[in-house]
């Protein structure tokens, strides 16, 4: 069983990738939030979590863990400080304790934030998030999804390495995407966008695999 940090593990996305974690026979989560209070619904389920702020140092974060999943987001608050330097913190971190693979939750649209007019701001954040993230030496997987609903999952994507068309998906659908790619052998140091579609996700993933 391989250690997962997964940063943004107290929204909405991120419990259900801590949840998938937990399920699966092949990864252990532990879940990264700020404030001690939100580690009690954790502790509850059995999952292991540390404390960690994006903004501070996270070395200590990273002690025997193998991956990482950053799922984290500042609602639009602190765009720059989270979803961009927050980003590159861990991913810093991340290089100094050695992990094996660092899976991004990024955005369809991050590639060209100048054509949003209301997410410029958020898209210009994930877009320099991404490139840091190529150019630093870790191993990665760039999950960039369409607009997020909260239907139930169908287990099915359209997967590209760039979509020419607009469209959603669900979360549960994301956080199974994002767990996948943790694999050793997917989504190898590439980017891809998916959103609804006919494909299930394991033979997507299979389909880009080097």
């Given at each position: ?14 419990k259900k ?6 399920a699966?026979?092949?990864?252990n ?10 580690q009690?619904?954790?502790k509850k389920e ?12 996270l070395?200590h ?23 961009q330097?927050?980003a ?8 100094k304790?050695?992990i ?7 955005s369809?649209g991050?590639d060209?934030p ?6 410029q701001e958020y ?14 030496g870790l ?7 369409g ?7 169908t ?6 390495s760039?979509m ?7 979360r549960?659908?994301?956080?199974q ?6 694999h ?6 590439q980017?891809i966008e ?11 993933l299979d389909e880009?695999?080097?």
């Amino acid at each position: 069983m391989e250690n997962v940090l997964v940063a943004g593990a107290n929204g909405t996305t991120g419990k259900k990738i801590v949840n998938l974690l937990k399920a699966s026979q092949y990864f252990n989560p532990v879940a990264m939030v700020r404030k001690e209070e939100q580690q009690e619904q954790f502790k509850k389920e059995g999952i292991t979590t540390v404390l960690g702020d994006l903004e501070k140092d996270l070395f200590h974060t990273l002690e025997h863990k193998e991956k990482v999943i950053f799922a984290a987001g500042s609602g639009g608050e602190k765009v720059i400080a989270v979803d961009q330097e927050g980003a590159k913190n861990l991913m810093n971190a991340s290089k100094k304790a050695n992990i094996k693979k660092f899976v991004m939750l990024s955005s369809m649209g991050a590639d060209n934030p100048k054509a949003s007019e209301d997410l410029q701001e958020y898209l210009e954040a994930k877009l320099n998030a991404d490139e840091y993230l190529k150019s630093s030496g870790l191993t990665y997987s760039i999950v960039r999804p369409g607009s997020l609903t909260n239907d139930a999952g169908t287990g099915k994507i359209k997967l590209q390495s760039k979509m020419n068309q607009q469209g959603s998906i669900t979360r549960d659908d994301v956080a199974q995407t994002l767990v996948r790619s943790l694999h050793d052998d997917a989504v190898i140091n590439q980017t891809i966008e998916i959103i609804q579609g006919e494909t299930l996700i394991g033979e997507a993933l299979d389909e880009v695999a080097v």
